[in-house]
């Protein structure tokens, strides 16, 4: 089981109180991650990724092992820990300010 950790919003939205657990079959990579999250939680679909292009939010990041992995490809097998349910997949709101 991987383990998912999300925003508040996010949280509020899929109505869990915290981290969630989630089955991935096949290499654990982000795009693999996010496709079981949004079948878990259908009503998380289109505000962690673009419905058409599955591109990543403006003002998201993904973090694991204390790694920032936002720009890393979709399809990179994520860290073992995370692979392993050691480690959680961290789905971060962005802080912008100005």
Do not use: N
């Not at 998912?4 to 509020?12: G, I, N, Y």
């Amino acid at each position: 089981m991987i383990q998912v950790a999300l925003p508040a919003h996010l949280r509020t939205l899929a109505g869990v109180s915290g981290d969630v657990s989630i089955e991935v079959s096949g290499t654990v990579t982000q795009r693999s991650v996010l496709d079981a999250l949004e079948e878990r939680y259908p009503m998380l679909r289109g505000t962690i990724r673009d419905h058409v292009t599955k591109e990543r939010r403006a003002f998201l990041r993904f973090f694991a092992c204390q790694e920032d992995l936002t720009h890393e490809p979709p399809d990179a097998p994520l860290p073992q820990d995370v692979a392993s349910g050691k480690e959680p997949f961290m789905i971060i709101g962005a802080i912008a300010g100005g």
